[in-house]
């Protein structure tokens, strides 16, 4: 089966690809893990319960799904039609470490490919440079299979002031990471990032992204609520690299829990999770609509 192009001039994506957490979780509420499907499952129905009621999933939203628990529902999003795609990184680990041998295993037929990096200016450069190295051959590997490629960064706060980091530190290093990234040859479609609520930061970052033509950003969530993504939202609105967000925690975590906690029905958590989805939509629209009026 072939993909389905991914519009990444505008991009909507319900990012459910979350491992780790749903397995501390899990082991925490003494949930088997073997629950984590089922909430992949629930995150693909509201995607599609979204996508009937609205054009704006259907021209521009996508699905970010792991294999490792959400493989019945990623085959289920291909049939379907859903621009999907999958992470190639191990769970939490640095400095990055393929999930599977070979990298791209599962990645063929893909809308996207994701991977996860991690930085501290701080870390040994070693391990930094071996990281790039297999970022290289990932991007190598899609540039010939004609497979986006989203690369996500965070970067860790290490004892810095909280809102100094917010509004300068992470947007200042995120800037050098990507600016060193371009250096060495590495220039993805898609950059998923960490938002700020400081449009200097904000601009500090688009800056870095479009010193190369071409690669956009994703806002990611961090499982931030609300408010604290709208002001991300505000900051980014207007400039030019930004088409979108992927976010999912943010959308799913509340009601999935409720779901596994015996809480919520079925129905009741997809509704959730498909409402949300759709007001972050909302909101992002509504910011680059009075961007544009401004």
Not at 148 to 170: A, C, K, S, T
Request: charged share 25%; glycine share 8%; aromatic share 8%.
């Amino acid at each position: 089966m072939l993909a389905l192009t991914m519009n990444m001039s505008r991009v909507y994506m319900l990012a459910s690809d979350h491992r780790w957490q749903w397995e501390e979780w899990c082991d925490a509420a003494s949930v088997p893990r073997s629950r984590i499907s089922e909430i992949k499952r629930l995150v693909l129905e509201a995607y599609l319960r979204a996508r009937h009621r609205a054009d704006d999933v259907r021209r521009h939203g996508a699905l970010l799904l792991d294999h490792e628990y959400g493989s019945e529902s990623i085959a289920r999003a291909k049939a379907a039609g859903v621009p999907v795609g999958s992470p190639v990184e191990k769970a939490g680990v640095f400095p990055l470490e393929w999930e599977r041998t070979p990298f791209h295993a599962g990645a063929e037929g893909s809308s996207f490919v994701k991977v996860l990096i991690r930085y501290r200016p701080e870390w040994p450069q070693s391990d930094c440079d071996r990281q790039m190295a297999k970022l290289l051959e990932l991007q190598a590997w899609c540039r010939g299979n004609a497979v986006p490629l989203l690369v996500e960064i965070i970067i860790v706060r290490n004892g810095e002031d909280e809102r100094d980091f917010e509004e300068r530190g992470r947007p200042a290093l995120l800037a050098s990471v990507i600016h060193d990234a371009y250096a060495r040859g590495l220039v993805p479609a898609i950059w998923k990032i960490e938002g700020t609520s400081s449009t200097a930061g904000a601009r500090v970052i688009d800056a870095a992204i479009c010193e190369m033509s071409g690669p956009r950003q994703l806002i990611l969530g961090k499982g931030a609520d609300a408010a604290a993504i709208a002001g991300w939202f505000d900051a980014a609105a207007g400039l030019p690299s930004p088409a979108g967000f992927a976010i999912g925690r943010s959308v799913f975590m509340e009601p999935a829990t409720a779901y596994l906690k015996g809480l919520a029905t079925d129905d009741e958590a997809v509704e959730t999770i498909a409402t949300r989805y759709l007001g972050l939509i909302e909101a992002w629209k509504a910011r680059e609509l009075a961007a544009r009026m401004s």
